[in-house]
């Protein structure tokens, strides 16, 4: 697999997630299986491996620090729906939607 195929299935997994996920409640997000943290745990691994195989390229290492801001994202909604905090949750959607965008 390469680094571009990676990269982009770290894209369609964010972006269905945000098509499934940014009209539910924190309750519904707290039910959703998979786990935001077991999503947000396989972003991270995909991540690794992508950055792992990233080369000096600019296109490679671009792709790697999306990734690996996507899996920030996650990780961060991950623990916002655990507090409970509804109110950043706009952000952080809106957020892990800016990054599915990038080409």
């Known amino acids: 697999m390469t ?3 990676i990269y982009l299935r770290v894209l369609k997994i ?5 098509k499934n ?7 519904d997000l ?5 786990s935001i943290e077991e999503l ?3 972003v991270r691994q ?8 990233a080369s000096s390229s600019y296109d490679d290492e671009n792709m790697a620090i999306n990734a690996l ?3 920030f994202e996650m990780e961060k909604l991950a623990k916002i729906v655990q507090i ?4 950043e949750l706009e952000d952080v959607f809106r957020r892990l939607e800016m990054h599915t965008k990038v080409p």
């Open 21 to 27: 996920a940014v009209h539910l409640s924190i309750s």
């Open 69 to 71: 801001q996507c899996c």
């Open 46 to 53: 995909l991540s690794n491996i992508l950055r792992a195989l």
């Open 84 to 87: 409970g905090s509804d109110s």
């Open 3 to 5: 680094a571009r195929e």
């Open 30 to 34: 707290k039910e959703h299986d998979p």
């Open 14 to 18: 964010i972006d269905y997630f945000l």
């Open 40 to 42: 947000a745990h396989d």
